[in-house]
């Protein structure tokens, strides 16, 4: 079983609106943060959001402060991620990160994470 699937990805333009999914299973319900990563062609992976259930925080990256907005369903045990407003430089595949430790120092670091998504495209049209 595959303790991480996002779903919601797509086509759309500038201004434009989508939500994504994660759902969690398996070794990824005893996770204490879940986040959204990006990786753009020819670019590296960067980090997005994140939420720690233990302390209920959320942190955004600032090229999406304003714009996006992480949440947990704990009884669907999914992640989501609320995309408003766009921007072609929004252009990535989308993947959904759990990690089992909440230090915020370390949260916006790939490495921190130890259970990782198979992706999701978002295309962003000009």
């Known amino acids: 079983q595959v303790p991480l699937v996002e779903s919601g990805g797509g086509l759309v333009q500038a201004g434009g609106s989508l939500r994504l999914s994660c759902v969690a299973s398996?070794?990824?319900?005893?996770?204490?943060?879940m986040a959204w990563f990006r990786q753009a062609p020819g670019k590296e992976r960067e980090f997005v959001a994140v939420?720690?259930?233990?302390?209920?925080?959320?942190i955004y990256a600032d090229s999406v402060q304003g714009r996006f907005t992480i949440s947990i369903d704990n009884a669907k045990s999914t992640l989501y991620l609320q995309m408003d407003r766009l921007k072609p430089e929004d252009t990535a595949v989308y993947y959904c990160?759990?990690?089992?430790?909440?230090?915020?120092?370390?949260?916006?670091?790939?490495?921190?994470?130890?259970?990782w998504g198979q992706g999701t495209q978002v295309t962003v049209s000009s």
């Open positions: 398996g070794r990824a319900l005893s996770t204490d943060s």
């Open positions: 939420f720690t259930r233990s302390s209920r925080t959320t």
């Open positions: 990160a759990a990690s089992l430790y909440g230090n915020p120092a370390y949260l916006r670091e790939a490495n921190t994470y130890n259970l």
